[in-house]
């Protein structure tokens, strides 16, 4: 591979009053190659990317840009000139228009039109085209919202791809995706750098570069830390890099015996409760015990987060089997009565379910809380502040002050917002739904910590993850769902990645050892 | 973005939104605009004394709108359930109280007593349908889950029905002096300032009992002084509104019951779970609900309260009018939500104060009696209100960008 770059990116510095976000960054990125670019949050990817699309405009950082060799000069905030220039982003968040059809999704703005109306059958064609080009095995047609988020994703690449784009940029397209969905990803990359559009792919998910990536660049602080060959790097030194310290293990060590057990589930059905009749919970059996931290892996829509949020009282409504709390039956119908009972859930979405992101850390923290400190007509604030900082000192949240809103804390911090919020209420069962989704590995490694802590103390932890390594890391016994069953229990000794997926995919265990 | 967690820092005296700011600058500046455009007569104490109870209807029903557009509802039907118990009281004072009361007190019947009984009876009936009225919008809309905007639009409609009725399309009259003494009376200049002493009192005894408490656990304090300046000026103000308003008669029973009306829903909004709940609500509903609070609950509860805040400000339009009168309330939903959103609460809901609410209701009624003293052509009247209510929020828009 000769050096014809493509994008050269030349002491860049970009400040924000009191925050360095980037400084000095000298990066070249070759032709036709995909570049991975990791970070913990915080260390100037997104300011690198928003640089790059024109979100922030020429002039308001310093150093220089050149791209395709001309210097970018996007004026004012206008991604359309980054577009124009050929750069297409990928967001972590999809942009799409759930109503509308993919083929709409990808034309929009931009839509074919004949004799003031628009050609269908042409934009359906056109669609076809770009999507086949790349090797995206979706319909045109479908309604985005009739999809699920892998192929949302696809037609999200195709719609950055179908004004001609040299260079892609992907903001960590893997953090929604099961692990099936992100080989097909990967296959998809390869086919686009087949034909010579250029990658720069961010993303946690480290193990991820070695199976695309020519190169890796580490951000650490703003700073450039590494460019280095991908078949010289490693996850171990990726991380350290990362983080700045050496990190002995991805997971922390725990050593705890777990005791009797807490909770049953029984043989647990449950309907959809918008669609009356459609099964989503098909026969779920597992013990927690107390002291113990329960993986449940599966792909996503296997029933996961609806088997946890109908434990929680706040999903299906249940129609056969039982849900056993201390030995004695429990039917729990809201998450007040969930929350009395000793049981909390720290949602899966912190933004949607789990926060209100314009009030303040105090105030989220307290929310199901208040009771502890209030009477009918009264919230003592004095005694609110005086618990919440301690929560918060002992989680280590990091904000200027408990009086900032939660909008402005970085992913890792929110997390650990939501986690006070729920250890307050000192649970007896505690439910994480994908607790460390988008999340930097220095928060990550934290939130184990804790996890390991809690569990040592008697807490009886139940830990969904889409991330096998995770839920293999951290867990004591792995209850593997798929498609609304629980597909079997695994201890942490026979546990590997192959044989959570088999259970995953619904394979009955034949022909594995 | 810094190092370690910080305990939670105190807000400091001079740290006021720059919302807040611009509220204060453009009353000054409408009030010192009206003052050399009239000669002075707009500031004159009874010109202000008759702004500050003119603004008092729409300032009790503004007082309810926060929390419900806090929620992220609106109620349309405010106008109408305000006028519709305003003909309910003067006909139970004009017609059915007259007659009805020598029959169960016939010891009474002749002396003054029968009228304040009246009063009275008329009162307690006023706040039941108040609240019952607010228990009807309520349930429908928290319980059945039909949209606050489409059940108040009914109710708009329904309760300007109800006046209809009520009134069979006549002013109804008389009233008891005890009634219009709700809104037309005053303290005495003693009584006045016995209430502003009372007040400052109770300001200094609360500020020394939070720092007390934040001693207690360890807080750092603020400053002895600036505690101390804070409550001073409180004080200070409120004993130069009251000198003023003696100057002229004195202070306005409508405005020491809106004092009481905004004192006890600030305390509702800051200091219990059911404001808290409120706020939450407006911010994110979902994320509320996982948090255990019955949403459905808090949601009925707050129609409720706006209803005996519609039968609050009813009565006392009654007393004002002294009759019962057809277009009673009309429009009044409009003036109270420009009120809250004035005032800094934001139409998406989760934020907004009740002071803000005042403040911005003192605005509107400073533009409409200002005006009127300036013998303004009513159609400019309109046009002028809107267009600072537009923008209004056109500069709370603009200060707010670059924030995502």
């Known amino acids: 591979m000769e050096t014809d770059v493509i994008l050269d990116i030349s002491h860049v510095t970009k400040t924000f009053p009191g925050v360095t976000a980037l400084s000095d960054v000298s990066l070249q990125?070759?032709?036709?190659?995909?570049h991975g670019l990791c970070g913990e949050n915080g260390a100037g990817k997104s300011t690198l990317v928003k640089i790059l699309s024109g979100v922030y405009p020429h002039g308001t950082y310093e150093g220089a840009i050149t791209f395709q060799g001309k210097e970018l000069r996007f004026e004012q905030k206008s991604i359309r000139a980054a577009i124009e220039a050929g750069i297409a982003i990928v967001y972590q968040e999809l942009t799409l228009i759930p109503k509308m059809t993919v083929g709409e999704n990808i034309f929009l703005g931009k839509e074919p039109v004949e004799r003031r109306r628009i050609n269908r059958s042409r934009l359906y064609a056109q669609s076809r085209d770009i999507l086949t080009r790349y090797g995206l095995d979706i319909l045109p047609q479908a309604r985005v919202m009739d999809l699920g988020v892998g192929k949302q994703q696809m037609a999200e690449i195709a719609k950055a791809l179908s004004e001609d784009a040299k260079l892609l940029i992907l903001d960590e397209p893997t953090s929604a995706l099961t692990q099936t969905e992100v080989l097909k990803l990967m296959e998809i990359l390869r086919g686009l750098k087949a034909q010579g559009v250029t990658c720069i792919y961010i993303s946690h998910k480290l193990e991820e570069f070695f199976g695309i990536t020519d190169r890796v660049t580490v951000l650490r602080d703003g700073k450039l830390i590494s460019t280095m060959e991908t078949r010289d790097a490693s996850t171990e030194k990726l991380v350290k890099l990362m983080v700045?310290?050496?990190?002995?293990?991805?997971?922390?060590?725990?050593?705890?015996?777990?005791?009797?057990?807490?909770?049953?589930?029984?043989?647990?059905?449950?309907?959809?409760?918008?669609?009356?009749?459609?099964?989503?919970?098909?026969?779920v059996d597992f013990d927690l015990r107390k002291g113990e931290i329960l993986g449940i892996a599966g792909l996503m829509g296997s029933g996961r987060t609806e088997l946890v949020t109908t434990i929680f009282g706040e999903y299906a409504a249940i129609t056969?089997?039982?849900?056993?709390?201390?030995?004695?039956?429990?039917?729990?119908?809201?998450?007040?009565?969930?929350?009395?009972?000793?049981?909390?859930?720290?949602?899966?979405?912190?933004?949607?379910?789990?926060?209100?992101l314009i009030q303040s850390v105090l105030k989220n923290v307290a929310l199901p809380n208040l009771n502890k400190f209030s009477s009918f007509m009264r919230i003592d604030k004095q005694a609110e502040l005086h618990e919440t900082e301690k929560y918060a000192k002992s989680l280590s949240i990091k904000t200027p002050s408990l009086n900032v809103a939660v909008d402005n804390l970085s992913g890792g911090n929110q997390q650990k917002v939501v986690i006070a919020k729920w250890l307050m209420s000192a649970p007896k069962v505690l439910i994480l739904d994908d607790p460390t989704r988008g999340i930097d590995v220095g928060a990550k490694f934290e939130i184990y910590k804790l996890m390991n802590e809690l569990a040592g103390q008697g807490m009886a932890i139940i830990m969904i993850s889409s991330e096998l390594e995770e839920v293999i890391g951290m867990s004591d016994r792995i209850v593997v769902m798929c498609e609304g069953r629980s597909n079997g229990v695994l201890a942490r000794s026979e546990a590997t990645q192959e044989r959570v997926m088999t259970l995953a995919t619904g394979i009955t265990s034949n022909g594995t050892r | 973005m810094s190092s370690a967690s910080l305990p939670a820092q105190r807000k400091s005296l001079f740290a006021f939104s720059t919302q807040a700011v611009t509220m204060v600058a453009a009353l000054v500046i409408i009030w010192l605009l009206f003052g050399f455009l009239t000669n002075f007569t707009f500031l004159s104490p009874r010109n202000l004394s008759n702004l500050f109870r003119q603004m008092t209807i729409i300032s009790f029903l503004a007082c309810g709108m926060v929390f419900v557009i806090v929620t992220g509802r609106i109620d349309l039907s405010v106008g109408s359930v305000t006028g519709f118990i305003s003909a309910i009281?003067?006909?139970?004072?004009?017609?059915?109280?007259?007659d009805l009361l020598p029959h169960l007190f016939p010891g009474m019947a002749g002396t003054p007593w029968v009228g304040v009984i009246s009063t009275i009876l008329t009162i307690v009936v006023a706040l039941s349908v108040g609240v019952l009225v607010g228990m009807f919008q309520g349930s429908i809309i928290a319980y059945l889950g039909v949209p606050a905007f489409m059940v108040t639009l009914g109710g708009m409609l329904m309760f300007r029905g109800g006046v209809l009725g009520v009134t069979q399309g006549q002013t109804i009259m008389p009233i008891e002096d005890s009634m219009r003494?709700?809104?037309?009376?005053?303290?005495?200049?003693?009584?006045g300032l016995v209430f502003a002493a009372a007040a400052a009192i109770v300001i200094f005894v609360m500020t020394f009992s939070t720092r007390a408490r934040q001693q207690q656990f360890g807080f750092a304090l603020a400053p002895f002084w600036k505690d101390l300046a804070k409550a001073l000026a409180a004080s200070l103000g409120l004993f130069f509104y009251v000198v003023i308003m003696n100057i002229y008669r004195g202070v306005q029973t409508p405005v020491l019951l809106l004092a009481i009306v905004v004192v006890v829903m600030s305390y509702l909004a800051n200091s219990t779970r059911f404001g808290r709940y409120a706020y939450a609500i407006g911010g994110n509903p979902e994320a509320t609900r996982l948090s255990g609070v019955n949403i459905k609950k808090s949601l009925f509860l707050i129609f409720v309260l706006m209803g005996a805040l519609c039968a609050v400000a009813g009565i006392v339009l009654t007393g004002y009018v002294a009759a019962g009168t057809i277009g009673a309330g009309t429009n009044y939903e409009l003036d109270a939500i420009a009120s809250c959103i004035l005032g800094g609460t934001s139409p998406l809901g989760g934020s907004g104060t009740i002071i803000g609410a005042m403040l911005g209701s003192l605005i509107i009624a400073s533009l409409a009696n200002g005006m009127s003293v300036m013998n303004v052509a009513p159609f400019w009247q309109y046009i002028v209100r809107g267009g600072v209510l537009i923008l209004a929020v056109y500069l709370d828009v603009a200060t707010r960008k670059g924030r995502r």
């Open chain 2, 89 to 98: 009281a003067a006909s139970l004072q004009a017609r059915a109280f007259p």
């Open chain 2, 181 to 191: 003494l709700i809104a037309q009376g005053y303290l005495s200049d003693w009584l």
């Open chain 1, 244 to 283: 700045g310290r050496e990190m002995t293990d991805r997971f922390p060590p725990s050593q705890r015996t777990p005791t009797d057990v807490i909770l049953s589930v029984r043989g647990l059905h449950a309907e959809d409760p918008n669609v009356p009749g459609r099964e989503i919970l098909k026969g």
């Open chain 1, 320 to 356: 056969a089997g039982s849900i056993l709390l201390e030995g004695q039956e429990v039917h729990i119908k809201s998450a007040r009565e969930a929350m009395d009972l000793g049981i909390s859930l720290v949602p899966e979405d912190r933004k949607q379910l789990g926060l209100v």
């Open chain 1, 29 to 34: 990125i070759r032709r036709g190659e995909i």
